[in-house]
Each structure stands twice: as C-alpha cells, then as structure tokens.
C-alpha cells in the first residue's frame, strides 16, 4: 500500500464540495487526483480547488477509471447513477466510497454489495450521521449493554418546511423518492446500527404528496414548482424485526408539526432509554428512582487542548481512508447499507398496494 491513496471524485456538486472534498483534502494520506462530472467545467473547478497540480478531469467516469494509478473513488452523483458507476469503479480495482442512499432500489443495492464481494475491494455508503460525537457516544453505550435489550426505537427525520428545490431532489425518476429516501435514509442508518439489528420481518408504510402541491409555499430556500414536484413530501413506515424489536420511522421535507428532528433516533430498553432531543439524554431507573441524565458531549479535555474537534464528515473521510490502509471493516458495512436500502424499498411498496411487505 502506497504512503499516498490516490482518489478520484465522481460527480462535483455540492456534496462533494461540501462534504467530500473538504474533508479529504485534510488527510495527508490522500492526494486528489481525478475530478468528473457531466458539466465539466464543475470537475474543473473542484480540481483547481482540491486537487493536485496535475489533477485531471473528465466529463465520462469510464474513462476516468481506465486510470489505473487511482485506488480509491468517491461517488457523489444523483441516486439513480449510484449503483452502475459504484460496480463499474469496483470492477476497475478500486475501493469506493458512495454517497448515500446506497441505491435506488434494492436490487441495485445487492449488485453493489456482490461486486464489493467478487472483486475483494472495500465498499462503504456515506451515513455521515453515524461519525457525530453523540451518536458515537450513544452506540458505545449499545454495544457495551447499558440499554439492555432495545425493543422499541423511533428514527425521526422531520423538516417542517425545508424541500430542496435545487438539482434533481424533486424528480423521482433521478432520485427514487424524496424525504424517506434523502433523510429518512439517515435516521433509519442510525436506528439499526444503535440496534445492531439487520434483520427485519414486516413493514408497513405510508407516503403523502399533500403540501408538495401547493403554489407560493414558504420553504427554507424558496417556494418550490408543485409540477416538478412528483416525490412525496412526507412519509412514515411501521418496522417489525424479527426479533419482534419495533421501529417507527417518520421523514417529512414539509409537514405542519412543530417537531422537528433530523437523523435522530429514541432508544428503547430493558435497561433504560435514550433520545438525541438538545444533545444526548439517558433515562433509567437506579435504586427505586427514575433518572435523566443529560450527557456533556462537548467538554474537552486533552485531547483538544486547542478547542478544536473534529468534524463528523472529518472523521468520516479519515476512518475510511484508514480501513484501506490498514485492511479493516469500514465504519458503514455495504451489507447494513443494503438493509436500509430494502426497508425503505418496502415502505415505498407498502405505500402503493395498502399492504404490509414481509421479508
């Protein structure tokens, strides 16, 4: 293994200038070294930004990966394109990082996960969410057992008024759904990984395309055009696991609820209990009394000495790039990805035919 993974980026909006690019461009481990994108001048941009003084740039990603010095591809394009350009990159002998969700359809999502397995190169899905201090903070807290057994959880992802109105977010055909499979993807990642439980039994689901159709609506970044809008704007699924744990899932780009929390999840169990509502609480009972403790995620101490943290996306990008280094598991495994993939897939599904999916 080289001291230097050479990496090439595949699609240079805006999250990959607002995550990806960023973030590996901290890591001396990394050097920048190919930029594609169908509006080429984005590539050349991103390249004159992030990458090195030879860094190339391409229009097709084929002929980026006939490139055989790069090790390492970052897929940042619309969901639809995920699957063909993730296989097509891990074919070439490279690992691959693609931006989430997984895919468009499950069935995409498998082709990803066996491509990873044919071609024994690592595959990982961009859940950024799972890198944030509480969330690493609350998963230890899972694993070691302090929860007990969780049985009952909720992953929220609920904007008020918040529909992006910019690139393809609003065209199914490009994206496969709107807020189930943008944010909701994120909520249930966190949800099963605190659960350690990838094996559902039954979903039942529910999509709205109610305020979507509105004229003139208020919206974080402009009223939106209710005909380019044809992705739901709301959606909730009921999950049983085959242990019999339940999750509720709810996801909402416009909603009428003053409740509003993204990529959060509540833990239920046998032990105690836990929410991500201002910061990270723990709830229990000790000694006949009930208690709530509110955990001081930002404290300090040595290790940031300066008063700097790092960033989730920060040590995304940096465990990422050091499970290629080092041959380990990546943090986000393509077999969970592939999971959450399926239950949304089947909450889609539910939602057309008024039936449950069993699995």
Request: contains cysteine; negative net charge; aromatic residues 8%.
């Amino acid at each position: 293994m080289t001291s230097q993974l050479k990496v090439g980026i595949i699609g240079c909006g805006g999250i990959a200038n607002g995550k990806h690019l960023p973030s590996l461009s901290k890591l001396k481990t990394v050097a920048l070294v190919a930029f594609c994108d169908v509006v080429v001048e984005r590539a050349e941009k991103a390249a004159k930004d992030y990458g090195q003084k030879a860094a190339t740039v391409y229009s097709d990603y084929k002929e980026l990966l006939k490139d055989a010095t790069i090790d390492v591809i970052h897929v940042c394009t619309p969901n639809a394109s995920h699957a063909d350009i993730t296989v097509a990159a891990l074919e070439a002998g490279k690992h691959v990082m693609c931006e989430k969700p997984m895919a468009k359809t499950s069935k995409d999502a498998l082709r990803m996960v066996e491509a990873a397995k044919r071609t024994g190169k690592k595959l990982t899905i961009g859940y950024q969410n799972r890198f944030r201090p509480d969330s690493q903070y609350l998963h230890t807290i899972c694993e070691q057992g302090d929860l007990g057994e969780i049985y009952y959880a909720k992953a929220h992802a609920i904007r008020r008024r918040a529909v992006p109105t910019w690139g393809v977010f609003l065209d199914e055909e490009q994206q496969g759904g709107g807020p189930l499979i943008d944010i909701g993807t994120h909520a249930l990642d966190l949800t099963l990984w605190m659960l350690n439980n990838y094996k559902p039994k039954a979903v039942l689901g529910t999509t709205f395309h109610k305020l979507g159709q509105k004229e003139n609506a208020a919206n974080a970044w402009g009223s939106w055009d209710p005909k380019k809008f044809t992705v739901e704007d709301s959606a909730f699924g009921f999950i049983k696991m085959e242990n019999g744990a339940t999750i509720v899932l709810e996801s909402s780009w416009a909603l009428n609820s003053l409740d509003v929390r993204e990529a959060q999840c509540t833990l239920a169990g046998t032990e105690g209990g836990a929410d991500m509502v201002d910061g990270l609480r723990i709830n229990g009972e000790n000694h006949g009394k009930l208690y709530t403790t509110q955990v001081e995620l930002n404290s300090g101490g040595v290790a940031f000495y300066d008063g700097t943290q790092e960033s989730d996306a920060d040590l995304e990008a940096r465990l990422w790039i050091e499970s290629i280094i080092n041959d380990t598991e990546p943090t986000v495994k393509p077999e969970e990805a592939l999971v959450v993939t399926q239950i949304l897939e089947a909450i889609y599904e539910s939602s057309k035919t008024g039936e449950a999916v069993y699995f």
